[in-house]
């Protein structure tokens, strides 16, 4: 793909050579003294490093014809869909769009109508495989020396904010229907329990709601929602043949989706009623259980009961024990009221209404617990007052922009509590219209501040953890550099040339894993090593320690930017180590002496490159006289061959050496599973 686009750059640039205004990739170039060649060369520079940045970004981009057409698309499409680039190039970008109202936003975003120049819209993309993921799409018409020649755009990821929002807004739904039932005026308590049981059953896509009296081994339905017709009120039955048995003995909710594969199976209610799907919560009056709220089906469901199941029916179970308790009052309208606000004030999250304006209306008595304030001294003042400065106007953003498109606005800020500190707060606030027509909105809020703090903490040790890493690479560094030294006074004691070519060698393996533990500690990422300036330094101490051979000796490194974890660098570099020093050393030994001509074209190279299937291969090379062809290098009495074919085996790789125009020794090996891939 990008020799492709290299292609087309070159050839773009190539048909305008002759005009006196270049128009380049990213601008245009006049004749200010330089050739056009210069230029060229310049615009197409500027080409790759931001054809660079677009192969690399994580985020999708892509490029249309004016019809639609999809022209080009970075590697960070395969990501989010699985399916390989190449086959939707050429091919229309609404055949990725899987609703239909997404098709049309697609056709619609290519008109670009009354002066507009870009839009965003959401839509589903298929995915390979089938399926789709949500995401949003925005789109931006590209205009060169006045003409249209495409559309530009990106795709956005935005699946887990979307059930995030419907979490948020099935909460917010069963709330509210909650409180409608409380709130319809004329109604009985009786009738609103019915209807609440009802609700509570089609909330959870279940078929059953009891709520239930326990006196002694008793258990009596009190209330009964059933679509079948089975259970009726008055029901009375022993506790320990009921599922209300393993409510009571959790004393909490209990959310069972597959009794029938559960520890419970054994039990005697599931025989006697084989309920598959069950979620119950005890009922409570004066802090005593006096029965329980359960709905089931059997029916095993779908999905497993989830976190929002649980506090709704546990909301419910606080609502029910209410409505039954205020059944003895006298006053209903009173009573009514009051159920609404133990709804709100039995939330763990703060919940508050304010106007339009930001002045609060009603505040939830628990915010004495969190904040420090009783309700009525927040009453009547402006809530934007109590935040951070820095927070004020970003929040006040976020709501905004909710308020517009009839959404839930999200905001994280600090707030301050009566005792001056600043608290961390997690915001939702939602919009709605009173009978008289005023917007007010219902804000739920969280206090994130132990979250923050568990989080910065995190981050804090983290630092200190690279730091600690860093230390031990460089004081291992200069362990290891203290043992190359000691050699190197050894080695002056040597009497002969093999000795010391002993000495030199062992230095040379040392001073190679010490530069490895310098790259880590000079790093940004500590977890990997940059082959390509690895691979420089190392040659050229190898070229400093072997000076009487490395005389004019070219060397080349291909590395393609790869980069490899510690535990594959280390016998990487021993690796290039021993092949280096042995080209150093033997290569350019020529028959009969020695040859200013033959010396004046010895080249050394290194390379080491990657494919899709994550197999990489470390080449060394030379254009000497060649490796002798009576040698086999998996059985040599070197030691260097020999250690070059043990590391191989310990990169689980093959050695394949080649004797054409000199000698080549390959190394191919997997890479690390440490790592996602390698960059090139």
């Known amino acids: 793909m990008k020799s492709k686009l290299k292609q087309q750059i070159v050839t773009e640039l190539d048909l305008r050579q002759e005009a006196p205004d270049l128009v380049g990739p990213v601008g245009t170039f006049r004749d200010d003294g330089r050739s056009t060649a ?23 981009f892509f490029s249309l014809t004016p019809e639609g057409v999809i022209t080009y698309i970075n590697p960070a499409f395969e990501t989010l869909t699985g399916w390989k680039r190449d086959l939707w190039i050429g091919r229309p970008f609404s055949d990725l769009l899987v609703n239909q109202a997404g098709v049309n936003a697609a056709h619609g975003c290519l008109k670009f109508e009354n002066g507009r120049k870009s839009r965003v819209f959401e839509a589903d993309i298929l995915v390979c495989g089938g399926g789709s993921i949500s995401a949003e799409v925005s789109v931006s018409f590209q205009v060169t020396r006045g003409e249209f020649p495409g559309i530009i755009g990106s795709v956005r990821n935005n699946t887990d904010r979307k059930r995030s929002d419907e979490a948020h807004t099935l909460q917010e739904k069963r709330i509210r229907s909650l409180y409608e039932i409380s709130a319809a ?27 239930s009296r326990i006196a002694g081994k008793s258990y009596t339905v009190l209330y009964c929602y059933d679509e079948r017709g089975v259970v009726k009120q008055g029901l009375d039955v022993d506790v320990e043949k009921t599922y209300c048995k393993i409510t009571l003995a959790a004393d909490d909710v209990i959310a069972l989706d597959n009794v029938g594969e559960s520890a419970y199976r054994n039990e005697e209610c599931y025989r006697n009623f084989c309920l598959e799907s069950y979620i119950a919560v005890p009922l409570r009056i004066n802090g005593r ?20 199941d649980r506090d709704f029916i546990k909301l419910m179970g606080r609502w029910i024990s209410t409505m039954i308790e205020r059944k003895r009052a006298e006053d209903m309208l009173k009573d009514k009221e009051q159920l609404y606000r133990t709804l709100v004030e039995n939330a763990h999250d703060l919940i508050v209404e304010i106007s339009f304006d930001g002045r609060f209306l009603y505040v939830s008595s628990n915010h004495k617990e969190i904040l420090g304030y009783e309700p009525e001294e927040l009453l009547g003042k402006n809530s934007f007052d109590f935040m951070h400065p820095d927070d004020r106007a970003g929040t006040m953003s976020a709501y905004i922009q909710g308020f517009r498109a009839g959404k839930a606005g999200k905001a ?53 953890k690279e730091s600690l890493l860093r230390e031990i690479h460089h004081r291992v560094k200069n362990n290891l550099q203290v043992i ?197």
């Open 289 to 308: 259980v006096f029965g329980t709220l359960n709905f089931s089906s059997p029916r095993r469901r779908q999905e497993v009961f989830a976190q929002g």
């Open 185 to 211: 005026s004329g109604v009985g308590i009786d009738t609103q329990i019915n209807e609440t049981l009802k609700t509570g059953a089609n909330m959870l896509c279940l078929e059953i709601g009891i709520i």
């Open 38 to 60: 210069q230029s060229m060369n310049e615009a197409l520079s500027s080409r790759d490093f931001f054809l660079g940045l677009l192969e690399n970004a994580p985020e999708v």
């Open 412 to 464: 994280v800020y600090r707030y301050r509590h009566k005792n001056g500190e600043w608290r961390w707060l997690e915001a939702t606030g939602k919009p709605f219209r009173t009978s008289s027509g005023e917007i007010r909105v219902i804000v739920d809020t969280r206090d994130i501040t132990e979250r923050k703090k568990a989080d910065e903490q995190i981050q804090e040790s983290l630092v200190r």
């Open 484 to 680: 190359s030294s000691l050699l190197s006074l050894q080695s002056d004691y040597a009497k002969d040339e093999e000795s010391l070519a002993v000495f030199y060698e062992s230095q040379s393996r040392i001073s190679t894993i010490a530069l490895i533990h310098e790259k880590l500690y000079q790093s940004r990422n500590i977890d990997e090593i940059k082959m390509l300036d690895y691979i420089t330094d190392l040659t050229r101490n190898l070229l400093r320690v072997y000076k009487d051979f490395g005389e004019n000796i070219h060397v080349q490194i291909n590395a393609y930017d790869i980069s490899i974890d510690v535990d594959q660098a280390i016998p990487c570099g021993l690796i290039i180590n021993e092949l280096f020093s042995n080209c150093l050393k033997h290569a350019f030994n020529y028959p009969g002496g020695d040859n200013p001509a033959e010396r004046a074209r010895n080249k050394v190279s290194v390379e080491i490159s990657s494919d899709s299937d994550g197999i990489l291969t470390l080449s060394v090379r030379d254009n000497g006289v060649g490796f002798p062809a009576d040698i086999d290098v998996r059985n040599t009495n070197t030691l260097g061959l020999q250690l070059v074919c043990t590391l191989a085996d310990q990169l689980k790789g093959t050695v394949e050496l080649r004797n054409e125009n000199g000698t080549m020794f390959n190394i191919v090996f997997p890479i690390s599973t440490k790592k996602t891939g390698a960059q090139g």
